[in-house]
C-alpha cells in the first residue's frame, strides 16, 4: 500500500513570496489533516477535512495560509506572503473514516525556510 | 481546548534497560483516544501504541507498554529492553471524538546508549 506523498520534501523562499505544499493520501481515506511543526515542538494541526469538506481550520491564519481538497482526494496547502516564524515543517496526514481508532498515517513532510 | 503535556524534553537509557516518558492532557470530553507516535531523526512519523479512553486495561504492544490513569488524567510511555532503533522524538497526542481532531505534545527527546 502506498503511503502517503508530500511535494516538495524542501523549499526555500524568502519572506513575503507566496509558496504551495501539495499532499496525496493513501487511497480511501477520507480523512486529511495539515500540521505545522516548529523546530523541537510537536506538530500543530491547521487543518483537517472530511472529504472534500472543511472539519477544523480553526488554527489556520486564514490571513495568509489557505487550503483545499478538490474533490476529496489531493490537497495543497498555500501560503501567501509567507514570514519568517512560517518556517517549519509541514505534515500532511490521513485516515480512515470509520476506523474506531482512525490511525493517522504521516507522510514524510515538506521543510520550509523563509528567509 | 485539550492541552498534551510532556514535561521530559530529554532522557536518555541504556540499550536493554526500561524507560518511562511521561503524558497528561486535559480535557473535559469523555469520548477520545491517546496515542504515543515515534519519530526517528529525518523520518516520518509512525505510530507506536494508541489506548481508547473507555477501556480500563492498559494497551501494549511488544515492547512497549502504557500506564493509563483516566482520572489524574495521565498516559505514560513504557518501553522495556531499549534498542537502539528506538531512539526518536516521541509525542503524545489526544485524539477527540467525533469528529477526530488530534493534539500533539512538545515532545520527548529519547537517546538510547549503547
Known amino acids: 500500500e502506498a503511503g502517503v506523498a508530500q511535494s516538495p520534501r524542501y523549499k526555500i523562499i524568502e519572506k513575503r513570496q507566496s509558496v504551495a505544499f501539495w499532499c496525496n493520501p493513501i487511497?480511501?481515506?477520507?480523512?486529511l489533516y495539515w500540521y505545522q511543526q516548529i523546530l523541537g515542538q510537536g506538530p500543530k494541526l491547521l487543518i483537517q477535512?472530511?472529504?472534500?469538506?472543511?472539519?477544523?481550520d480553526s488554527q489556520l491564519p486564514k490571513d495568509r495560509f489557505s487550503a483545499e481538497r478538490l474533490k476529496g482526494v489531493d490537497s495543497t496547502l498555500k501560503i501567501q506572503p509567507a514570514k519568517l516564524e512560517d518556517s517549519a515543517v509541514y505534515l500532511c496526514?490521513?485516515?480512515?473514516?470509520?476506523?474506531?481508532?482512525?490511525?493517522?498515517?504521516f507522510g514524510p513532510g515538506t521543510r520550509l525556510t523563509v528567509l | 481546548a485539550q492541552t498534551v503535556t510532556q514535561s521530559q524534553p530529554e532522557m536518555s537509557v541504556q540499550e536493554a534497560e526500561t524507560v518511562t516518558l511521561s503524558c497528561t492532557y486535559d480535557?473535559?470530553?469523555?469520548?477520545?483516544?491517546l496515542f504515543w507516535y515515534k519519530q526517528p531523526p529525518s523520518r516520518q512519523m509512525i505510530l507506536v501504541i494508541r489506548?481508547?479512553?473507555?477501556?480500563?486495561q492498559n494497551a501494549t504492544e511488544n515492547r512497549f507498554s502504557v500506564n493509563f490513569q483516566k482520572a489524574a488524567k495521565s498516559f505514560s510511555l513504557k518501553i522495556s529492553d531499549s534498542q537502539l532503533g528506538d531512539t526518536a522524538m516521541y509525542f503524545c497526542?489526544?485524539?477527540?471524538?467525533?469528529?477526530?481532531?488530534?493534539?500533539f505534545g512538545t515532545g520527548t527527546s529519547l537517546t538510547v546508549i549503547p
Open positions: 496526514a490521513s485516515s480512515l473514516r470509520g476506523i474506531s481508532y482512525n490511525e493517522q498515517f
Open positions: 487511497s480511501g481515506h477520507a480523512t
Open positions: 477535512f472530511q472529504n472534500n469538506g472543511v472539519v477544523d
Open positions: 480535557t473535559s470530553e469523555n469520548n477520545y483516544y
Open positions: 489506548q481508547e479512553a473507555y477501556k480500563q
Open positions: 497526542a489526544f485524539m477527540k471524538r467525533p469528529g477526530n481532531q488530534f493534539y
